[in-house]
């Protein structure tokens, strides 16, 4: 907590400067001077006349900065309102999952039944407004705190679209979305039943609906179980405890270790199993490289403490715990600060920056399907791609078509005579003007039946080699 403490007598000594006399500011050392000089100047005559409360905020986060720490963060009421709301079950919104796409916020999926998909919003679209507000130059945060809001109102959200010229306005009313930090079914084989559990964050529901499934599954007789923890950049440290008990005896061996700081005094923590004895059928952990934090204790405690099998490639490698803080001065706002670290059941701190080692490591590493790492393709209004021609949203095309099973093509960008054929055969298939070139309604199809090719569990491998350990 010393960062912590350092970081409260600042914002009271800075808070204290802009009440100052000059007499008192005499006084001052030179570094605070500098510092109240600067601060005063940048106020009185920039030619963009900022709030005080501007350059307030930008002073905390300069502190943050300071840190070179990515995973301590300030956020301010509404930051941490959507922090909190990606914790929980549900949130209020359209019900689209979004990514970033060279600083575009491109709509990747949009939920069924949802208020996006009844207000037409459609997968690859482009959002540009948000209730009349042109967003093209503001943060990917900033556009998703405007699309969220309170439940029963009405938002407007312009999307540019490919094969449509204009800006698409869409009109829609905000509902509660549903958003499961547990998933789960059971998948039978021609030898053994088992269950499948996926685990997409450690919120603060997720223990409780994580028992609810694993009591259905093993009720209807499951003889193996897989945790699919893929993805999962990890939640709260409790709740991950919570769930390794179910599975790991108390021995007299920690699951894990903590090493954390108050007023720069160090403290360990040891953490202990909880469970009377051992499931009575094996365990899979999945893991990839996005697995993260509170998703690698849990997978090392598995392997380490419970010789269990982890499936997948190495973690992501977060061996830092944060710690969150909030106080009358900071209104709604909250602090999450790296107070310490864990190590694992063996004592290793692992940390892709200056661990023991850089990551949670599978005993079975299997890679993913290679076309996973396909891109949508995106292909402006008008714009068309064909013969001889060179452009990067070429190889994504070329990566799909091979994916989907329409030859095996070169992935190099270059558009050639098997790009073309390839091409054509897709369009004759899916009912479009069969001419060899990729216009927008062609890429449109190519990106939709991508997604359809990732969502299909056959395609993915670290999930097939799972069930195949079992089988075997």
């Known amino acids: 907590m010393k960062k912590l403490f350092v970081f409260i007598i600042t914002l009271a000594f800075i808070t204290t400067l802009a009440a100052c006399t000059p007499l008192e500011r005499a006084g001052m050392s030179d570094q605070e001077r500098r510092f109240h000089d600067v601060f005063d100047h940048l106020r009185d005559n920039h030619y963009k006349q900022l709030?005080?409360?501007?350059?307030?905020?930008?002073?905390?986060?300069?502190?943050?900065?300071?840190l070179d720490d990515p995973y301590s963060r300030y956020f301010s009421e509404e930051e941490y309102e959507q922090?909190?709301?990606?914790?929980?079950?549900s949130f209020v919104g359209i019900g689209v999952t979004v990514e970033n796409v060279d600083d575009n916020i491109v709509v990747r999926k949009v939920w069924s039944g949802s208020p996006a998909e009844r207000g037409g919003?459609?997968?690859?679209?482009?959002?540009t407004h948000v209730d009349g507000v042109d967003h093209t130059d503001k943060s990917f945060l900033e556009t998703i705190l405007a699309v969220q809001g309170e439940e029963g109102t009405e938002v407007e959200i312009g999307v540019k679209r490919l094969g449509v010229a204009e800006t698409l306005f869409?009109?829609?009313?905000?509902?509660?979305?549903?958003?499961?930090?547990v998933e789960h079914h059971t998948i039978e084989t021609d030898t053994i039943k088992l269950g499948y559990i996926k685990v997409n964050s450690f919120g603060t529901e997720t223990a409780g609906r994580f028992k609810l499934a694993l009591s259905e599954m093993e009720a209807q007789g499951i003889e193996g179980l897989i945790i699919d923890l893929r993805d999962n950049s990890g939640g709260s440290l409790q709740t991950v405890l919570e769930l390794m008990r179910v599975f790991l005896i108390d021995d007299g061996n920690p699951l894990f270790t903590t090493e954390s700081y108050t007023r720069g005094v160090p403290t360990t923590t040891e953490y202990q199993g909880g469970a009377a004895e051992p499931k009575p059928y094996d365990i899979i952990t999945l893991i990839n490289e996005h697995s993260a934090s509170a998703s690698e204790v849990f997978a090392s405690a598995m392997k380490q403490h419970g010789g269990y099998e982890v499936i997948g490639m190495p973690s992501f490698g977060k061996g830092t715990m944060q710690t969150p803080h909030s106080t009358t001065a900071l209104g709604g706002d909250e602090l999450h600060v790296s107070t310490g670290i864990w190590r694992t059941a063996n004592g290793t701190w692992v940390n892709k920056d200056g661990g023991d080692q850089k990551s949670v490591m599978p005993t079975i590493e299997v890679e993913q399907n290679p076309y996973f790492a396909a891109h949508n393709i995106f292909v402006d209004a008008g714009e068309v791609l064909g013969f001889d021609q060179v452009d990067p949203q070429i190889a994504h095309a070329q990566s799909i078509l091979n994916a989907l099973g329409y030859g095996d093509i070169r992935t190099d960008s270059y558009f050639d005579q098997d790009t073309e054929d390839a091409v054509m055969a897709f369009q004759a298939a899916h009912d479009l003007d069969a001419t060899g070139a990729i216009d927008a309604t062609t890429a449109q199809a190519l990106t939709e039946a991508f997604l359809n090719y990732r969502n299909d569990r056959a395609n993915d491998d670290q999930y097939q080699a799972a069930i195949g350990y079992f089988d075997d």
Do not use: C, H, K, Q
Not at 121 to 127: E, L, N, P, Q, S
Not at 170 to 178: A, K, S, W, Y
């Open 51 to 66: 709030d005080e409360d501007d350059f307030w905020d930008g002073a905390i986060r300069g502190l943050f900065d300071t």
């Open 83 to 89: 922090y909190r709301s990606s914790l929980g079950e």
């Open 121 to 127: 919003i459609r997968t690859g679209d482009i959002v």
């Open 170 to 181: 869409l009109t829609m009313t905000r509902e509660e979305i549903p958003n499961p930090t």
